[in-house]
């Protein structure tokens, strides 16, 4: 009888090892597959000395030629003036603020980014002053 228990239990094995290596074939071309899609996507980068990145490629900052924009308090008095004569922060726009503005050198891109910065300081302004 313990013969055939143990006849039994090495069936049992081997039908598991079976399985199991069948699920490790399936786990790899999992991961093989997964990985290939990951670096497809990945993988379009490429390193200050000509190589391909490997992994999460992250873009490479490029800093402007031009030079940084440093909002004087007269440019922004400009900025206020204009942004008040279109009716308030919420009716301009960046073009026709940068219109009214007529700065030579000043982008709609600065006009934009500072447009934005001046919208969220009132709305915390207005938000703080509630409470």
Same mark, same amino acid.
């Given at each position: 009888?313990?013969?055939?228990?143990?006849?039994?239990?090495?069936? %049992?094995?081997? @039908?598991?090892?079976?399985?199991?290596?069948?699920? *490790? !074939?399936?786990?790899? /071309?999992?991961?093989?597959?997964?990985?290939?899609?990951?670096?497809?996507s990945?993988?379009?980068?490429?390193?200050?000395?000509?190589? %391909?990145?490997? @992994?999460?490629?992250?873009?490479?900052?490029?800093? *402007? !030629?031009?030079?940084? /924009?440093?909002?004087?308090?007269?440019?922004?008095?400009?900025?206020?003036?204009?942004?008040?004569?279109?009716?308030?922060?919420d009716?301009?726009?960046?073009?026709?603020?940068?219109q009214?503005?007529?700065?030579?050198?000043?982008?709609?891109?600065?006009?934009?980014s500072?447009?934005?910065?001046?919208?969220?300081?009132?709305?915390?302004?207005?938000?703080?002053?509630?409470?």
């Open positions: 009888m313990k013969g055939n228990i143990e006849g039994h239990g090495i069936s %049992r094995l081997s @039908g598991h090892v079976d399985n199991l290596e069948t699920n *490790s !074939k399936r786990v790899q /071309l999992t991961e093989k597959t997964n990985a290939n899609t990951r670096s497809m990945t993988d379009s980068g490429v390193s200050e000395n000509g190589g %391909r990145t490997e @992994g999460l490629a992250v873009r490479q900052y490029v800093r *402007s !030629k031009m030079p940084r /924009l440093r909002w004087t308090p007269d440019l922004h008095l400009c900025f206020v003036h204009a942004v008040e004569r279109l009716g308030g922060q009716r301009a726009t960046p073009k026709l603020v940068l009214l503005m007529d700065v030579k050198g000043l982008t709609i891109a600065h006009v934009k500072h447009l934005q910065m001046y919208r969220s300081m009132k709305n915390d302004e207005n938000g703080q002053g509630g409470t």
